[in-house]
Structure formats: structure tokens, C-alpha cells
């Protein structure tokens, strides 16, 4: 892969994501939600201050903390992306799972950055809207996260001998997330579930070829 591809994959899925959200807060109340297939896929609209799936770290520095490190992630992942991993000429597996990352970053970067700055507060009683830049419901750097899929494939009670949460509710898939975090997880999975495969490179493939016969012939 080359670069143009990397920026190829990190559009269309920021394109994807970005879209899903202004959807999303421009249509639905803060805490709607529908159901989409059956009772376990909906689309299901909150907002989180800081990391992915509804996490939160600390308030106001904590939430800059966060935006910050994520711009200089993006850009750090840019350059590792070019000058390491297709210089080296890694594999296009690798470089399709580190493009996912980057996307996904940039795309809920893109939400701390700016959201706060175009649109007006959601709440269970108002859906957002649009405003002109600055009058939104927040500073810049400090925009919400949107998050809206929701997939709770299962749903119980833990019986009542199970060590501490005997007798409580559980679910599975709990948290709530967005296409971003589903493309980071997904590149961060695939490299670590093949990543025999994914970390090499074909300098490396060509090189021990070499060796091998050469200490054949020895």
C-alpha cells in the first residue's frame, strides 16, 4: 500500500463516522433509542467527555489532556505509517490495520475538537442543531463524543452463587461506542490476533532467502 491508499482508507471511514454522528445528534434526543435488528442491534444516542465506549478521565484538564494526545497521535501515526511501515514496505495488511487506527482517532478527535464549537447542547427534551462558530455548547477542545451503536446480544441475571455479583442483572455488549472506536478495535484486534503474519516485512522476506542459500553453499 502506499500513502495515497492510507489517506484513501482514513477518509472513508472519517467520512463514514463524521456522518453518522451529525446524524445522529442532529436527529435523535439525548438517550433515544430504536431498535434496528431485533432487540439486539440499536442505535442508541449518548455522549461521553473523553476515551472510547463511554469511558471518562478526569473533568476539564483530563478532557484537553485527552484531545491533545490524541492530535499528536494522528499526526505521530501519519509519519510512522509513511516512513516506517511503507518505507520498510511491512505488510499491506499491517499498513490497512494502522490506517484503521489512525481513522479512528481522527475521527473521534474530530467530535473533541470541534462539536462543542456547531452545535447547540442535546438533551432528552432538544435536539441539537447547527449554530454559527462559537456559540455552541462548549469551548474548543472540549466537544463531547458522539456514540450511538449499541449491541446488547444478551441479557441475564448471575445466579445467586456466582462470586460477588450473585443475583445482580448482567448484559452483553454493555458499552455503547461509534465507527471510529469500531475501527480502532478492529485494527488493534487484527494485529494481534494474526500478528505472525501482519509484522514482517518484504525486505525481510527477501533478505533470509539469500542467507539461506548462502550458507547452503558455505
Known amino acids: 500500500m502506499k500513502l495515497k491508499h492510507v489517506i484513501g482508507v482514513v477518509l472513508a471511514v472519517l467520512s463514514l ?6 446524524y445522529i445528534k442532529t436527529h435523535f434526543y439525548h438517550g433515544e433509542e430504536i431498535n434496528v435488528i431485533g432487540n439486539w442491534f440499536k442505535l442508541h444516542f449518548i455522549e461521553n467527555e473523553g476515551m472510547a465506549f463511554g469511558m471518562t478521565f478526569g473533568e476539564h484538564y483530563g478532557k484537553l489532556f485527552l484531545t491533545l494526545f490524541r492530535l499528536i497521535a494522528v499526526a505521530w501515526g ?27 482517532a481522527l475521527g473521534n478527535s474530530v467530535d473533541s475538537v470541534f462539536f462543542g464549537k456547531i452545535f447547540t447542547e442535546s438533551s432528552w427534551y432538544h435536539v441539537a442543531r447547527f449554530v454559527p462558530w462559537g456559540q455552541g455548547y462548549g469551548e ?3 466537544g463531547k463524543v458522539v456514540d450511538m451503536l449499541y449491541f446488547p446480544v444478551l441479557k441475564g441475571t448471575y445466579p445467586s452463587w456466582f462470586p460477588v455479583w450473585g443475583g445482580e442483572s448482567f448484559e452483553f455488549f454493555r458499552p455503547v461506542f461509534n465507527i471510529a472506536d469500531t475501527a480502532i478495535s478492529t485494527g488493534v484486534i487484527s494485529i494481534f490476533v494474526f500478528q505472525k503474519r501482519l509484522l514482517h516485512n518484504h525486505i525481510e522476506q527477501k533478505v533470509i532467502p539469500v542467507v539461506e542459500q548462502t550458507t547452503e553453499q558455505a
Open 17 to 22: 463516522d463524521i456522518f453518522s454522528k451529525v
Open 78 to 104: 501519519f509519519y510512522f505509517i509513511q516512513n516506517t511501515l511503507i518505507k520498510q514496505r511491512y505488510s499491506n495488511g499491517l499498513i490497512f490495520c494502522g490506517a484503521l487506527i489512525l481513522a479512528g
Open 140 to 142: 474548543l477542545f472540549h
